[in-house]
């Protein structure tokens, strides 16, 4: 197993995502994501689509570091 994993997200066309990596819900102040990014430790992921002014939902992923690597939950 790798060392590290990466994540990569979608939203809609013309959407911004915003996204953390501590648990905490992410706003539009959050970190912009652009591209994929990649852990090496244990995160849980949560991200929103930011279109028009709407907020989507908040959606979330755990990743866990084992003794061979990380993997996504």
Known sequence: CAET???SMSGPDGSEIHYTTDGSNP???SQLYSEPF???ASANVKAIAIKDGNSSQVSAKDFTKTNGGVSND
């Open 27 to 29: 706003t539009a102040e």
């Open 38 to 40: 990649t852990l090496s």
């Open 5 to 7: 994993t990466t994540v």
